[in-house]
């Protein structure tokens, strides 16, 4: 299996426009996670799915934030507007049994 | 509500030597208790888990970590550090009646040749 696939790997944008993050989850894996990273905040998980269902969205900040999972094997992120403090390492992660988790290599999002 | 502290933001050991990473945790029940390892630019990575059974888990690249319940710790321990064990370590904590992981702040391991 490839792994968890994120794209894009990196995303400069312009304040005000709108981001989409893409996430292929391995497949046979029921759970789905989004989280980010910054330095500041460290790690905080956004957002995650069970089945491609939406279980927990309490981490997502606001709603200019968006999650869909319309199959087993793709979800997205988007956040409009995006603003300059949404700048982070964005990750996504599957799981089988939402214990031990696999995380894709991660979207480093830049809003100027 | 379950979290999880690392207390240390860097640890600093030199090839070879034993090396420690700290981690308590705090939940209302039995805990699942985890390491990640990160490199540079890259998604976190298992290294072990502790759920039930034996208290001293071994995992990946020659890592270990102890439970303790009475100290509430899960400290990650390796006998011999090796340079490229250099890389940001997080712990994390699942209470069993819930579905998510609490990641700690993580502790960055400096291995010194």
């Known amino acids: 299996d490839a792994g968890v696939i994120q794209s894009p790997r990196h995303e400069v944008t312009e304040m005000g426009q709108e981001v989409t993050l893409r996430c292929k989850p391995i497949?046979?894996?029921?759970?789905l996670f989004w989280y980010r990273q910054t330095m500041m905040r460290g790690l905080e998980l956004l957002i995650y799915?069970?089945?491609?269902?939406?279980?927990?969205d309490s981490g997502m900040p606001e709603d200019r934030f968006s999650a869909k999972m319309p199959n087993a094997s793709f979800s997205t992120l988007k956040i409009q507007p995006s603003e300059p403090r949404d700048s982070a390492v964005y990750f996504c992660a599957s799981s089988r049994d939402y214990n031990e988790q696999f995380f894709g290599p991660g979207t480093r999002l830049t809003v100027l | 509500a379950q979290s999880v502290a690392q207390p240390e933001d860097q640890v600093n050991v030199a090839e070879g030597n034993p090396l420690t990473v700290k981690c308590t945790y705090s939940v209302s029940g039995n805990p699942y208790l985890f390491w990640y390892v990160q490199y540079p630019n890259r998604g976190l990575q298992f290294l072990l888990k502790y759920i039930t059974g034996d208290n001293l888990v071994k995992g990946s690249y020659g890592f270990e970590a102890e439970f303790n319940k009475s100290q509430t710790s899960f400290h990650l321990k390796k006998p011999s550090a090796l340079v490229s064990d250099s890389a940001l370590y997080f712990c994390a904590v699942r209470d069993p009646g819930f579905q998510k992981l609490v990641f700690g702040t993580g502790t960055r391991l400096l291995v010194s040749p």
């Open positions: 497949s046979g894996h029921d759970y």
């Open positions: 799915f069970n089945n491609n269902v939406p279980i927990d």
